[in-house]
């Protein structure tokens, strides 16, 4: 009997952490509305239900880390146990934790919290913001794998009252004015109108003193 309980007690230890919760994204609102604005104050609250996988709603040797982008947050995580608030706990920073005998209840009981973060929107992030990031942790503090849900929020591509540059317009395209033919068409060094011509009288010349040669 007592070898029994020792196997048990070590196979326990080995294969027996308790199992990671399931943590479901029901619902996130912003304020101001999509797409955040650089610089600007952003609020958003995220609802996530928990959904136990062991004997409890979650792990009292667990914990709960969250995480945000925005800049100066201040977190407000408030527990609900069957639709009723229980424990709430304030934050501030990057990064905020929650115990896990605060969230650990009978499977009875239906367990859910809401997060809601007001912080700035900083600037130059690219293309999108992590507004929070929910992880459970072990009683060793790592991750539990495949624990974590994001939520994530486009920036807008220029900070609001930056005016956009209207493009240049290309110059107009003429074409060229049409040459009356007394003009002749011009090259350099060179003119059609006045070398025909002279090479005209210049033959009539020629002409004419071969002529008066021969007389």
Not at 124 to 152: C, F, M, R, W
Not at 168 to 179: C, F, G, I, K, T
Request: charged share 5%.
């Amino acid at each position: 009997m007592v070898v029994a309980i020792l196997f048990l007690t070590s196979l326990f230890l080995l294969t027996g952490a308790p199992a990671a919760a399931t943590l479901v994204l029901a619902n996130v609102s912003f304020s101001p509305v999509l797409p955040l604005a650089p610089g600007s104050v952003q609020y958003t609250t995220s609802s996530i239900t928990i959904i136990p996988s062991g004997a409890t709603t979650f792990s009292r040797y667990h914990s709960l880390q969250m995480q945000t982008g925005l800049v100066d947050a201040r977190w407000d995580i408030q527990v609900v146990v069957d639709g009723v608030p229980a424990a709430q706990q304030p934050a501030s920073g990057a990064t905020a934790f929650v115990n896990g005998y605060l969230l650990s209840y009978p499977t009875t009981s239906d367990l859910a919290f809401t997060v809601t973060i007001n912080g700035t929107v900083p600037a130059g992030a690219g293309t999108t913001v992590t507004v929070l990031q929910v992880t459970e942790l072990d009683n060793g503090g790592a991750p539990v794998p495949g624990s974590s849900i994001t939520v994530t929020a486009p920036l807008h591509s220029a900070p609001p009252g930056t005016p956009g540059k209207p493009p240049v317009p290309a110059a107009p395209l003429s074409s060229p004015e049409p040459v009356s033919s007394s003009q002749g068409v011009h090259m350099p060094g060179f003119s059609a109108g006045a070398g025909i011509g002279g090479a005209v009288l210049g033959a009539l010349a020629w002409v004419s003193v071969r002529q008066q040669r021969h007389t």
